[in-house]
């Protein structure tokens, strides 16, 4: 898994590298953002000739190890204007681990506007162009591409909100079933993707054979008894049961969920939208509904969904924890269907539904359509699917929708809207949105389930830096998150499965080790892009407004905050 | 004239200070500056209760020294999220000083949504209801307040996009006729205004004798003295003649004429937007026209005028050099008729001209219509004025435009358009652009009438230099920058005026000493709101981009940029 390939877009060159030796640890996010740091001006325009975006395979990509398939995606960001790697679930990095490529880079500007596809096969790797599938939706896309490359492809493509460049636009990536519905959410992505002309990377595994195992064996025995481990855990067979929806019951309880714009973190239709609604919708409907569905080959966590409607049929895969709240709390939806419905959208048009979330309950703020107003946010989505200047704004994302309609609380750091927990009342979380090198992001350092008192300042930043430096080792290694408990006792299993894999030694201190270079290259990367430490701060209303449902306003310490990246 | 009234909008409680002894030369932009960065948390929410809204008058304000009258109003911007001062000409410094007020101050914010005005007499200072005037545009709301307050009052007011929290808004004052359209166009100062739910100030003069001249007999001799060296300099002669349009012939020249969205230099068209076709027609239609026509009073150099339609109606007063350029060659538009119409709309409508010519322009290059198209850039004013989707993006900027919309190329320093200077031909307004506290600003170090070759990176910065601290100080004294070259051998009448009026002994070394403090002072905020070194740059596409009618690109080398502030 040593192939990189580069695709040089303003020739159309195409031309391969092999990872040395000696980077042979650096995968996923640690590549991503050693690739842009090195070689992306860190003032440059995000749409210029000089961004990149790097698509990265994990150490474990194209093994059946559960969780550990996951896809890094990274360049400067359309949203934030920081470094930014985004991750995802599906079956794409595993054909990049079959094809043996670890990473795919696109570089420079096509010469005149136009849109094309990667292709890549074992043998070939060819720009395709794609002017037919010009603002084409990403289902239908999907099924074209399969019409045309074959079934078995894996995608990572933009959906039309990308191709217009709209800040909000993410990158799909398809799951093992083929819908192109795992996203590279965050940090708008999908609109550098799409400055870059193309729609979609279209891998094909045919007849690859990698990746070369160094030691079978080993990789056997751990693997097993990691998946033995997930079996045996109890808070991962509630994931299994409940998905990440078993989430609403929780941050509701704590004065977390994030209800009508951040005004509250309590949801009078909570029990609408929990773990148990959604797997009792789910089971009764049957159907093509499922309420334990893996994403990824070789998952046996199965936290996915398919969520079906009234009539059995299929809506939307997966429905999940930060969607129901962003797009429902947080707009005061408490309807299944509706959010359903939404997501569905955002997924077919190309959008990061955190940031959608957001931006609709702006809007709301501003009076566009009433909180609540389920049917007039489904409107909403039309308007982007309609692409007028009200779709344009919206899908832009939350912070450019509030600074458009005059907005005075907008819930974001660095220009990207929270994920759902409200900081005043998981504080961890809120250390971890100021700080991340990535702008709000819950995936940046998640601290919900770690123990600490939740609503108290004390031990906070501790906690979001042990959170940070564990998630972004996950990121580096192409790891999913929610495997992480099955590791607490047997860490060194991380480091066995790379030993095992690349035939180089790894342990677990090894991958501790780059998750801290990497944040530490981050962050120097968005310091030469004009970021201070006065800009890892929360939006002002966080210190000053109560969250009545918590009772509690965001008060950890600036001067403790200041020190989180002293490691 | 030492009165602070300061206005507290959550209890509508007015209280008074009086300006200590020791700060008595603390006026115009120092003052604004000075109570922004100690009162001001730098990292607020701009339309939060903890920004405040400064209007001071100068050192000179009240009397009829020429071109000593100028209003400084500051705040932080919701436009860059900077520090911002924002000045103009008109008749409300003097009547602040007649009033003997030094600065009006407007904290927190209603604690319901309501629209007021604040109504200033000899006696009285008091908050009036004034939600009769909501979404009022601006000229019709001057009418109706004169009829309220009656005839001889000054006016400081925003127009309904000042009312929506649209961030290209600026704030309007009154000539000496009484005219809305002496614009503190920068930095969206309007919608901070309008966020304070202030339709107007109101100033009324009557009965008022300030200010108290400490030496009647002096300030009569130095003033007599300046106007005698205004009305003898050549240069300034221009300006009496041509107005600032002057300046078209000289950037065209130059390739500095920012063309199409900053494409070119030099514009084919040029010759029917400059001086001498302004001046041409104004005299030729006759009517209201007056090609030479003072904004305060006591004016000698009187480089305004009034701009009639074919008919002789008043179109619009004045029409300048940068509205020429951004709203004309910018839009690729060489037609006065409608580069008037548009600018008269956006007076209206309350819009700084700069921003939104760089809005349209934007909106040109993303397509929305066709660069040149004059009838279509009067019907985005109407999209504003009919507040549409894409109105409010229009009137959001020039930046935030481009980031709806998805364009690469926005012209902007800090989320500020620039002004009609292409920073590869005017180097040192690069500089000025990359470095200024205020974004991309013109008046902030204005170098084109400088002597340095234009074109070349040597001396830039000291030049650059040179002029952010003469400008400033001319900001702090509330001088138009346009009578500096009448001070050229006698600067040190700057400060004997000022030991005139006010009885302190005022140096030009102290001027210019408060010029470099204040300047520092702004920098420090906006360093503790966020900014650093690697904020102060310009887009990447002037480094990148050759302007293909100076042949230059931007060179002037960073790390002399970075010493700019070493004085």
Known sequence: MSRVIRVQLETGKIYEETVPADQILIAGRALTSKLVAEEVEPTCDVFGPSNKLVFAAGLYAGTTVSCGNRISIGGK????????????????????????IRAIVLEGLPAEEKLQILHVTKDTVKLVPADDYKEMPVFQSADKLRQQFGEKIAISMIGPTGERKSAASGIANTDNEGRPARYCGRGGLGALMGSKGIKALVLDDNQATGPEIKNQEMLKNVRSSLSKEILQNEALGRFTKYGTAGMVDVTNNLGALPTKNFSRGSFDLAEQINGNKLHEVITQRGGDGNPSHACMPGCVIRCSNVFPNASGKEVVAPLEYETISLMGSNC????????????????????????????????????????????????????????????RILASGGVRTGQVLGVRRIPAVKGQIMAAYDPRAVKGLGVTYSTSTMGADHTAGQTVRMPVEHHSPEGQVETSRKAQITNTMHDCIGTCLFVNGAFANHQEWLGEMVTAIHGETCTYEDLQNISKQTLLLEREFNRKAGFSDNDDRLPEFFYTEENPDSGTVFDVPEDEIRKIFDF
């Not at 960001?77 to 079959?98: D, F, Q, Y």
């Not at 539904?353 to 489904?378: K, L, P, Q, S």
């Open 77 to 100: 960001s359309p949203l934030t204007g920081t470094i930014k790697e985004s991750n995802a679930g599906g079956n794409v990095a595993h054909k990049m681990g079959k094809l043996g």
């Open 332 to 391: 005061g939806i408490g309807n299944l269907d509706i959010i359903a419905e939404l997501n569905y959208r955002c997924n077919n048009l190309g959008l990061d539904t955190i940031d959608m979330g957001g931006a609709i309950a702006v809007a709301m703020e501003a009076g566009v359509i009433e909180f609540g107003d389920g049917e007039g946010a489904i409107k909403l989505m039309e308007e982007i699917e309609q692409n007028t200047y009200l779709g």
